[in-house]
């Protein structure tokens, strides 16, 4: 039986299929509007004002964060892709993190990054709201209650993970659409773009430095901490009811 992932990898090889985006396909993914996106592509919208996380996470790095970062991401991106062949250039951005192994040698790298940093970073905007010590509710909460064994070991490990990643990347709660995990990526690295069922990315916690040293300087920790203040549970919710549909 063919796995989701290889029957999209082999709607996006058919000749001619590659201008119809199979998340257009098989049903908009619950975020859409970037994933969805195609070159030249654009920084995302906050979406709010820079100090809406205040005090968890401080308005001078939110800026810089989106404004310069996401922007060199989007820079670099388009820069790579200036020079690909059309075909690829119609791909989305969920569409070239999906098929990394089609993109041309010579910009292999420079799409895993950019594109990566891209996704990871139009989904991390979404998912931040202060949440007042809210958490998650519904299908979402009763899935990590039995995952993880409640709430509190589920925010332990998840913590735990982040903590511990060795130099800069991700941590993250992802689903298969059945199950959920947590699992980490290096560098921009995208969960989507690992071999075998796609993990669709549910909660992210950016641990690379420029996410929190103005604040937080070496103290990871404490940054991790703060980060469970301003999670957007509704939009996680989202996230995991639409991979549950699309599985
Ligand atoms: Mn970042």
Known sequence: MMTR?????AVALTAGALAVAPSFVLGAAADSSASSSVYPFK??????????LEPYIDAQTMQIHHDKHNGAYVENLNKALAQ???????MSLEDLLLNLDKIPENIRTA??????????????????????GGQPSGDLSQAIDATFGGYPAFQ??????????????????????????????????CPISKPG??????????????AYYLKYQNRRAEYVKAFWNVINWD????????AAKQA
């Open 197 to 210: 069922d796609k993990e669709t990315p549910i909660v992210g916690i950016d641990v690379w430095e420029h």
């Open 111 to 132: 799409v895993r990054n950019n594109a990566g940093g891209q996704y990871n970073h139009a989904f991390l905007w979404k998912i931040l709201k202060k949440n007042e």
């Open 235 to 242: 939009y996680a919710a989202e996230r995991y009811s639409g």
């Open 84 to 90: 690909a062949p059309e075909s690829i250039q119609k």
């Open 5 to 9: 992932r290889k029957a999209i990898k």
């Open 156 to 189: 332990a490990k998840l913590s735990e993970t982040a903590t511990k990643v060795f130099g800069s990347g991700w941590a993250w709660l992802v689903t298969d659409g059945k199950k959920l995990a947590i699992t980490t990526t290096p560098n921009q690295d």
């Open 43 to 52: 920084v995302p919208e906050l979406g709010y004002p820079y100090d809406a």
